[in-house]
Nanobody
C-alpha cells in the first residue's frame, strides 16, 4: 500500500528554517503529484504547496509569500519542502499527500487521497 513518511519538523524561532521530507513507498512515485498540507489547531486544513508529476509547475499558497520551495527527487521517491523565514502562523502539523494524477490537471486540482501521518512544525520564540 501507499505509505508516506514525513520528517524534518521541529521547533524553530521566528525567522528560522526547516526542511521537510516526504518519503514515499508503495507507489510509482514518478507518476504521482505530491502536495504539502498543514493544519493548525482550531483551523481548517490548507494546502501549502504541490508539484505535478512532470516536475514543472509548482503551486504555492498565498501565505507562503516566496518563503518556501517545494521540490521532488524521483530517484529517492522523496518530496521536500524547504521553509525559510518561518512565522508563528506557520505553526501546524504538516502533511504530505499524493495523487496518482490519472488525468491532466494542475497539481492543485487533484483530490490527494493518500496521506502521511504528519510532522509537527512549531515556530515560537
Amino acid at each position: 500500500q501507499v505509505q508516506l513518511v514525513e520528517s524534518g519538523g521541529g521547533l524553530v524561532p521566528p525567522g528560522g528554517s526547516l526542511r521537510l521530507s516526504c518519503v514515499a513507498s508503495g507507489l510509482s512515485f514518478d507518476y504521482y503529484a505530491v502536495a504539502w498540507f498543514r493544519q493548525a489547531p482550531g483551523k481548517e486544513r490548507e494546502k501549502v504547496s504541490c508539484i505535478g508529476n512532470e516536475d514543472s509547475r509548482v503551486y504555492y499558497a498565498g501565505f507562503v509569500k516566496g518563503r518556501f520551495t517545494m521540490t521532488r527527487d524521483n530517484s529517492k521517491s522523496t518530496a521536500y519542502l524547504e521553509m525559510n523565514s518561518l512565522e508563528p502562523d506557520d505553526t501546524a502539523i504538516y502533511y504530505c499527500a499524493t495523487d496518482p494524477a490519472l488525468y491532466i490537471s494542475l497539481c492543485e486540482g487533484f483530490p490527494y487521497n493518500e496521506w502521511g501521518q504528519g510532522t509537527q512544525v512549531t515556530v515560537s520564540s
